[in-house]
């Protein structure tokens, strides 16, 4: 049985942790967008709503749940993360989430950027649910992923 999944061992068919043990520390960066969509008027009150200022409360979410992701994710490694940022940027009934994350290690960011967008999604999300029913996330995505020697 051959498999193109990585997480997926080609002879039994079960699932594992990738062995990264041979692979060279590299400097890696990886960068991840995503949005909640809402009511305009619920965007107008982000800073304002009765669980406190949901922006703030999200971009520390955010970066919590980057640097928890291991934690989160049954096969994903454990990472001695240098950074993790989070964007929030309010829009007419959107909030646009950007978050990055950067470390110096054998395996990529990718799902600690993934995640610290999708944590301070939900975090808006919670905080603003009380008056607005009708929001959703959308659009979690990787947009950039970088790897150089160091």
Do not use: F, W
């Not at 062995?19 to 009511?39: H, S, T």
């Not at 669980?51 to 979410?61: F, H, I, P, S």
């Not at 001695?80 to 989070?86: G, H, Q, T």
């Amino acid at each position: 049985m051959s498999s193109e999944l990585s997480h997926v061992d080609e002879s039994s068919g079960v699932v594992k942790m990738v062995d990264v043990g041979a692979k060279p520390p590299m400097r890696r960066r990886a960068i991840a967008r995503g949005a909640v969509l809402m009511a305009p008027e619920t965007a107008r009150r982000l800073r304002d709503l009765p669980k406190g200022d949901a922006l703030t409360t999200a971009k520390l979410a955010g970066i919590m749940a980057g640097k928890q992701t291991s934690n989160l994710i049954p096969l994903c490694h454990p990472l001695p993360l240098d950074r993790v940022e989070v964007e929030l940027e309010v829009g007419q009934g959107r909030v646009d989430i950007t978050a990055s994350a950067e470390t110096t290690a054998r395996t990529g960011v990718e799902m600690e950027a993934l995640t610290a967008v999708a944590v301070a999604g939900l975090t808006v999300y919670d905080m603003a649910k009380a008056i607005d029913k009708g929001m959703s996330i959308t659009g979690i995505t990787l947009v950039e992923k970088h790897k150089e020697p160091v």
